[in-house]
């Protein structure tokens, strides 16, 4: 199976910092990425797919891209209600596995 | 508006057996994803169920253990979870694919149910 592993497990910045996190697919996933947001205590919420395809409804400040196998998710600036964990998964194929996960707090 | 309404939290001894219900309105019958998060973990991906309801497909995890069926009249998706054990122990949603293809990502997420395995 295809392993997506996210960095880093965890970050802290300020408010209006620019966010990035990665999340690397050990083999080729065509575009097939997918960023999902989880707040704390809440369900998972889309925000991007196909690496870089921002979900309906989702501020422009989210953005996604992709180099080969490695995509980024962009917080272009950081604000408070973006405290969540980030999670990336592959969506070409069964398994759709998820990446560890990436949490993102406030300094 | 899609709305997926999930069956209530469970308590199980370890060895026994648990059946997931997933209710779903407002929408076109997509596929529909399993997934469950232990406390304080990550999202794990446990299987699929097409629109007919035929071919589901598993995570090799759960090979064995774990049954989806879905009753297309009325718009549920089941799940069955054997053999369970305290690792079991998690919160379950049921999450529908965000169009009608299946390469898709998750659109939709039900509510979840907690399911605590404990002897």
């Known amino acids: 199976d295809i392993q997506m592993t996210q960095s880093p497990s965890s970050l802290s910045a300020s408010v209006g910092d620019r966010v990035t996190i990665t999340c690397r697919a050990s083999?080729?996933?065509?575009?097939?990425l997918a960023w999902y947001q989880q707040k704390p205590g809440k369900i998972p919420t889309l925000l991007i797919y196909?690496?870089?395809t921002l979900q309906s409804g989702v501020p422009s400040r989210f953005s996604g891209s992709q180099s080969a196998t490695n995509f980024t998710l962009t917080i272009s600036s950081l604000q408070p209600e973006d405290v969540a964990t980030y999670y990336c998964?592959?969506?070409?194929?069964?398994?759709?596995?998820f990446g560890q996960g990436t949490k993102v707090e406030i300094k | 508006q899609v709305q997926l309404v999930q069956s209530g939290a469970e308590v199980k001894k370890p060895g026994a057996s648990v059946k997931f219900s997933c209710k779903a309105s407002?929408?076109?019958?997509?596929?529909i994803h399993w997934v469950r998060q232990a406390p304080g973990q990550g999202l794990e991906w446990m299987g699929i169920?097409?629109?007919?309801?035929?071919?589901?497909e598993y995570a090799q995890n759960f090979q064995g253990r774990v049954t989806m069926t879905r009753d297309t009249s009325t718009s549920s998706v089941y799940m069955d979870l054997s053999n369970l054990r305290s690792e079991d122990t998690a919160l379950y949603y049921c999450?529908?694919?965000?169009?009608?293809?299946?390469?898709?990502?998750?659109?939709?997420w039900g509510q979840g149910t907690l399911v605590t395995v404990s002897s």
């Open positions: 998964q592959k969506h070409n194929s069964a398994p759709w596995t």
């Open positions: 169920i097409d629109p007919s309801g035929y071919n589901p």
């Open positions: 999450v529908t694919s965000l169009s009608a293809i299946r390469w898709s990502p998750f659109g939709y």
């Open positions: 083999q080729g996933i065509s575009n097939y």
């Open positions: 407002g929408y076109s019958t997509y596929y």
């Open positions: 196909s690496a870089s």
